[in-house]
């Protein structure tokens, strides 16, 4: 069985410009997670989405946002790119109940120029 | 505070040494335990699940302790293929968001 894909794997972007980035969970998984993750720190939640609905939000600004589709993928797009956004965006897929571990894609990993 | 703190490492260590890592967490609702593993630029990879009562997968033993909010990982007869960053991993019982350490580096030597 395919595991957690994320698209795209790198991605170069500008100041001021936005991405999409996408995320197709496992198999029979209904909820998705994005964390964002700068080097040498760990993971920090961004959002959580289950059955399309939006579940929990992390401490990120308004640029922020996401959605979940009715196959259960999801994408995350950030607007008004910053410098800081730079880092590896993680896409993590559970079957929903909280004593469920979630399972990681590959990440995608983004340079802001 | 960070809710999930670890020492961060650097831990160099021979081949078959034992190694422990430790974790405390400031949320006493806290729910649920794992440790990852993540490898350089790599993503975060469920190494396992930690349960009040202990848990032990091969070489790899977990214990939790919910009075002290303390969690540690015991690596025995450690491997080259063991270093990695572990982090240690919560999540509360008010969400669904884990909650990551800032991760413990392992380096096995020869």
């Known amino acids: 069985d395919a595991g957690v894909t994320q698209s795209p794997t790198h991605l170069i972007k500008t100041r001021g410009q936005h991405v999409t980035l996408r995320c197709s969970p496992i198999s029979g998984h209904k909820s998705v997670s994005w964390y964002q993750q700068v080097l040498g720190q760990g993971p920090q939640f961004i959002f959580q989405?289950?059955?399309?609905?939006?579940?929990g939000r992390g401490n990120f600004p308004d640029r922020f946002s996401a959605r979940q589709f009715p196959n259960y993928s999801s994408e995350l797009n950030v607007n008004a790119l910053l410098l800081g956004d730079s880092a590896l965006y993680l896409c993590a897929s559970s079957r929903g109940t909280r004593d469920q571990p979630q399972h990681f894609g590959d990440g995608t990993r983004l340079s802001i120029l | 505070r960070k809710e999930v703190e670890q020492d961060p490492g650097p831990f160099n260590v021979p081949e078959g040494a034992t190694v422990a890592f430790n974790c405390t967490y400031s949320n006493s609702a806290s729910q649920s335990f794992f440790w990852y593993r993540q490898d350089c630029r790599k993503e975060p990879k469920l190494l396992m699940s930690v349960y009040s009562s202990g848990n032990e997968d091969g070489r790899f033993t977990a214990q939790l302790n919910r009075a002290s909010q303390y969690i540690s990982l015991l690596i025995r007869d450690s491997k080259l293929s063991d270093s990695a960053t572990y982090l240690c991993?919560?999540?509360?019982?008010?969400?669904?968001?884990?909650?990551f350490g800032k991760g413990t580096s392992l380096l096995v030597t020869p």
């Open positions: 989405y289950y059955e399309k609905e939006e579940r």
């Open positions: 991993v919560v999540n509360e019982n008010s969400g669904y968001a884990l909650n």
